[in-house]
């Protein structure tokens, strides 16, 4: 098993363990993520965690398939996980202790990108490289932003980050050019 590979194991193997401990212990994996209890949040964290199970089982068998495809399109759906979860925390509807699972999703998906990249030999395009980070980075700036100035200042500041990049990777490091 390669290391992308081995990426994906260790990530299914984990979010079937949070899936199992969900539907095992649905009030201890409530207490861990600090979510006050009650017998619909449990229900409701037993029945996540099944699907929980169900994603870490998927995971595992792509690993011992080498299901390369697999394996790419699980990087963007957990960096948007990622995303959802940080809004989550940032507006108010989960606990601080939920961006522990953010950054699992992060992490895995870094992880398991960076693993691929190496194993196919490609090389980093830096104008691509810059244009991810500066929307990446706008994000991050427009969720805090909101707070104070609302959807639509929100948005000019998604928009002001992010064209800065755009600008700055087309300048410094021109687009790649397709032959046709």
Same mark, same amino acid.
């Given at each position: 098993m390669d290391t992308?590979?081995?990426?994906?194991?260790?990530?299914?193997?984990?979010t079937a363990g949070?899936?199992?401990?969900?539907?095992?212990?649905?009030? /201890?994996?409530?207490?861990i993520l600090g979510i006050p209890s009650s017998s619909a949040t449990q229900i409701f964290v037993m029945a996540s965690s099944e699907a929980s199970?169900?994603?870490? +089982?998927?995971?595992t068998l792509a690993a011992f398939a080498? +299901?390369?495809?697999?394996?790419?399109?699980?990087?963007? +759906?957990?960096?948007?996980?990622?995303?959802?979860?940080?809004?989550?925390?940032?507006?108010g509807v989960a606990p601080f202790r939920w961006l522990m699972v953010a950054g699992l999703e992060l992490i895995g998906a870094l992880v398991t990108a960076f693993a691929m990249h190496r194993k196919s030999?490609?090389?980093?395009?830096?104008?691509? +490289?810059?244009?991810?980070a500066s929307v990446t980075l706008a994000?991050?700036?427009a969720i805090p932003a909101f707070n104070w100035m609302g959807i639509y200042g929100s948005?000019?500041?998604? /928009?002001?980050?992010?064209?800065?990049?755009?600008?700055?990777?087309?300048?410094?490091f021109p687009p790649p050019q397709n032959e046709s």
């Open positions: 992308p590979a081995l990426t994906m194991l260790f990530f299914g193997i984990l949070m899936g199992l401990t969900g539907l095992a212990a649905p009030q /201890l994996l409530l207490f199970l169900a994603m870490g +089982v998927y995971y080498n +299901v390369r495809a697999f394996f790419k399109w699980s990087v963007p +759906v957990r960096i948007l996980n990622f995303c959802v979860f940080t809004g989550m925390v940032i507006f030999g490609a090389e980093f395009e830096r104008f691509n +490289v810059i244009r991810i994000f991050i700036m948005m000019s500041a998604f /928009l002001v980050v992010s064209s800065a990049g755009f600008i700055c990777a087309y300048l410094k």
